[in-house]
C-alpha cells in the first residue's frame, strides 16, 4: 500500500511517500521532498523494490486514486516491475486505512510534537522515526507472534 503526506517546516512543506508492508506494517520504501509528483511516488516504490528477495512474483500495490499514482508513467514502472495496480473505487474512505493510521502514529508520536525551522530537520527527524523507532517497533511485534505460533505448535508433553 502507497500513499502520501505532508509534514509542515519553517520552510515549507515536505512531503512523505510510504509503501507499507500490510502483513509486517513496516514501512518498506519511503521518499521526501518538497514537491508532491510522480518521482516521489517511483522512489518510493524503488525503494520497496529492492527490498524484495523475490522478485518473480507478481506483488499487488494499491493506492487512491490521485495524480501521482493514476499517470502513465507511474502505471508503466508497475507493470515494468511485476506489480499489479490496485485501487478502489473513487473516494472510498477506507481506500488507504493502513497508510492514514501510519501517518496518524507518526504524526501524534513525533511530528505534531516538533517545530521543524526546516526541511533538513523534518527530513532527518522523519527517517529517524520511520527506520530506528517504527520499524524495530513492528519487527518485535512480529518477533513475539512467532514466539507465540512456536509455542503453540511444541508437544506440551514428552512421549517417553
Known amino acids: 500500500m502507497t500513499d502520501i503526506t505532508y509534514i509542515r517546516t519553517g520552510e515549507g512543506w515536505l512531503y512523505l511517500c510510504v509503501v507499507l508492508d500490510l502483513y509486517s506494517k513496516k ?7 518538497t ?6 511516488v517511483l522512489r518510493a516504490v524503488l525503494m520497496a523494490l529492492w527490498q524484495r528477495e523475490d522478485r518473480s512474483e507478481s ?11 493514476t499517470c502513465e ?3 508503466q514502472f508497475l507493470a515494468g516491475h ?7 473505487a473513487v473516494g472510498h474512505c477506507g481506500d488507504n486505512a493502513a497508510a492514514e493510521g501510519f501517518f496518524g502514529m507518526l504524526k501524534r508520536e513525533r511530528v505534531n510534537r516538533r517545530h521543524y525551522r526546516s526541511i533538513g530537520e523534518a527530513r532527518s527527524d522523519v527517517f529517524d522515526y520511520i527506520e530506528r523507532f ?15 505460533f512456536l509455542a503453540l ?6 512421549k517417553g
Open 35 to 40: 514537491l508532491q509528483d510522480r518521482n516521489l
Open 73 to 75: 508513467e507511474y502505471q
Open 153 to 158: 505448535t511444541q508437544l506440551s508433553v514428552k
Open 59 to 69: 506483488v499487488v500495490l494499491h493506492s487512491d486514486h490521485g495524480t501521482q499514482f
Open 134 to 148: 517504527h520499524n524495530p517497533r513492528m519487527q518485535q511485534r512480529l518477533d513475539a507472534q512467532d514466539q507465540k
Open 27 to 33: 514501512v518498506v520504501g519511503w521518499a521526501m521532498d
Open 82 to 88: 511485476n506489480l499489479v495496480c490496485s485501487m478502489s
